[in-house]
């Protein structure tokens, strides 16, 4: 975290002289404004997740009765249990396939299509972007039924299996990532200057290498917050992933509502699950939401 | 500018060449091709994936598509306008209830959006200085926004149980502030629980984009106007706000579309049937396809849908931007 602090603060350091320092220090009924505000809001934020751990360590006895705030005795057997009440392993890798599968593919399409972009002008420039963007906006329920039905017709047609498969979970859900992707990379992308691509393109490369050599690797912050914001949006999507998997390909989004709808919930075991399921992408995001921060800084906030 | 400023795509063909004429128009042809190959792979996955089933939704909405015509839904008889008069016959049963679905959505929208940017926004500013701590608080904030959808809204529901859960502990048996424990995922609380629920989902995001906004924002502004005894409330109001317009223009529109079209929290809080007091449209729309099976009214919702937030969105994108215009003159 030291880095994350280090980075932050958008003042340029010269340009703060320790006497303009004195009269901007803030007074001191802001700082207990702001300690109030912030408190509250760290207890808003944290209760969620101190249910989850709390509960996720407490005998089943304790979150069938009356809720305690402390566990009466701290156990791991739900931890243990999660893995055998629902296939949750088998879930595990379907939503790890399906989330990086998307995640790689989206990253590299939109890639593509930002330096497009970015670098050309081209007729139907406009056109492309504000397709593309518009398409966030459209009812995930608009077209849930006619692609369940495009991927059952082109199963019927070619054998590929879509419905049903992971690949056709994965094809899904990078569409869902990219729009937001390309628009954050064309701005990250804006922001290299053309020189060093020139530059690069005179040396000999061609203009997808310019890209991968000059372009890429200078835009190594966006890349990864786009990266992190497709693998969330592939892990957490419900909908789709309700009505287009089968028992074998089932995702964690719909697998762990296998310990919610039997009539007993065990919900220990719900919590400790979800802690399982979290961990992963929390822990991610939280290691890279410097580079999230620093891409929507350069790229999509101007 | 772009075109113009760049030399002879892949290098290999050095101005000047013999025989340049023809090599420089192959050069000219891969140059306009290019962008449109390097766009081709996101177009086609749009189109397969948004644009097409868009398109084959509207048709739908025209047909009378009912379990019997899903194998073959190209035979479904066509229904004309029906599905439509039926969706907004605000004197039967499905029009009122569409109705009725729909003002749940838009109260649930303004009020979830604007607490989420109000919050987002305050903490965004406050930690806009640097104090001890900023870092970890940082994280901790982003936490909500990180943690997947159905693991958070499902310890959401935990709490909100009505014999077990956390909320009426706090406000029944501690508190005493009900008469006994409420129920909270059905029956009219339940539009509170999801407020809640949403807001506590929701805000980081306006933090996060609030924040980056902020950094933008040059230190000499504040500088000078410290120096001229402008307060920090004088400041915010001159300085900060005004510089986070267009940020803010792009984030409440953002905020705005997936609110109106939220559907994995009230699923995942509520399971497929929503208590009517939180029948979110998106919810509404699954179940009168999916529940019912009749897919043509469902789809003709879902146009509806689309018309409403495609004008929304025109609208609000004209009136702001002129605003803005405005404002910079």
């Known amino acids: ?302 | 500018m772009t075109v113009t400023a760049q030399p002879a795509v892949g290098g290999e063909a050095p101005p000047g060449a013999p025989g340049s004429v023809p090599r420089r128009r192959t050069g000219r042809v891969r140059r306009n091709v290019l962008p449109y190959l390097l766009l081709l792979p996101a177009l086609l996955l749009e189109l397969l994936v948004h644009l097409v089933p868009m398109v084959i939704g509207i048709v739908m909405s025209f047909k009378e598509l009912t379990q019997f015509y899903i194998r073959d839904w190209g035979a479904a008889p066509w229904a004309a306008f029906d599905n439509y008069s039926l969706s907004v016959d605000l004197d039967a049963p499905v029009g009122e209830a569409l109705l009725h679905s729909f003002f749940v959505t838009c109260a649930f929208t303004v009020l979830s959006v604007g607490l989420c940017w109000l919050i987002g926004t305050t903490a965004a500013v406050y930690m806009q200085e640097n104090f001890r701590g900023r870092g970890f608080l940082r994280a901790v904030f982003l936490v909500p926004y990180a943690l997947p959808v159905y693991a958070a809204v499902i310890t959401w529901a935990f709490m909100f149980q009505r014999d077990n859960g956390l909320v009426n502990h706090v406000l029944h048996d501690q508190l005493g502030l009900t008469d006994g424990p409420s129920f909270w995922l059905i029956g009219d609380n339940s539009f509170v629980a999801l407020l809640v629920v949403s807001v506590w989902k929701g805000w980081p995001f306006a933090f996060l984009i609030v924040m980056a906004g902020l950094q933008n924002i040059p230190r000499e502004l504040y500088e000078a106007a410290s120096i001229d005894g402008a307060g920090l409330f004088q400041q915010l109001r001159r300085i900060t706000l005004p510089s986070l317009r267009p940020v803010n223009q792009v984030l409440v529109l953002v905020l705005f579309l997936w609110t109106f079209n939220d559907f994995n929290t009230p699923y995942v809080l509520f399971g497929q049937a929503a208590p009517e007091a939180a029948d979110l449209i998106s919810i509404h729309i699954y179940q009168s396809s999916f529940v019912t099976w009749n897919f043509g009214t469902g789809s003709a919702m879902s146009v509806l849908l689309l018309l409403f937030l495609l004008v929304v969105t025109g609208v609000y994108l004209v009136l702001t931007s002129r605003g803005r215009r405005t404002a910079d003159a």
């Open chain 1, 1 to 302: 975290m030291p880095r994350t602090t280090t980075r932050i603060p958008a003042a340029p350091p010269a340009g703060r002289p320790a006497a303009a320092r004195s009269p901007m220090a803030p007074p001191r009924s802001f700082v207990w404004s702001r300690r109030i505000f912030l408190t509250l809001l760290t207890g808003f934020v944290l209760l969620p997740v101190y249910v989850m751990l709390s509960s996720s360590l407490k005998p089943l006895q304790d979150v069938s009765g009356e809720f305690r705030w402390l566990p009466s005795g701290l156990t791991v057997r739900p931890y243990i249990d999660i893995w055998s009440t629902v296939p949750l392993a088998r879930y595990f890798v379907n939503s790890l396939i399906v989330a990086g599968a998307a995640t790689v593919l989206s990253v590299v399409i939109a890639i593509f299509a930002a330096y497009g972009v970015s670098r050309y002008r081209f007729r139907g420039k406009r056109l492309f972007t504000v397709t593309v963007l518009s398409t966030q906006m459209f009812p995930g329920i608009l077209f849930l039924l006619p692609l369940f039905l495009i991927y059952v017709n082109i199963g019927n047609a070619t054998g590929i299996a879509l419905f049903g498969s992971r690949a056709g979970l994965i094809l899904t859900y990078l569409t869902f990532s990219l729009p937001f992707s390309i628009w954050m990379l064309i701005g990250y992308f804006e922001s290299v200057p053309r020189d060093l691509d020139e530059a690069a393109t005179v040396d000999g490369c061609g203009p997808l290498g310019a890209l991968f050599r000059v372009v890429v690797p200078a835009a190594v912050p966006g890349i990864v917050a786009v990266a992190v914001y497709a693998f969330m949006t592939a892990w957490g999507e419900v909908l789709f992933a309700s009505v287009m998997t089968n028992d074998t390909t089932r995702t964690l989004a719909v697998g762990l509502k296998g310990y919610a709808t039997q009539n007993d919930v065990y919900w220990n075991q719900v919590m400790a699950a979800s802690l399982v399921v979290s961990v992963p992408v929390v822990a991610g995001f939280l290691l890279l939401q410097r580079y999230l921060v620093a891409g929507l800084t350069a790229g999509a906030v101007k």
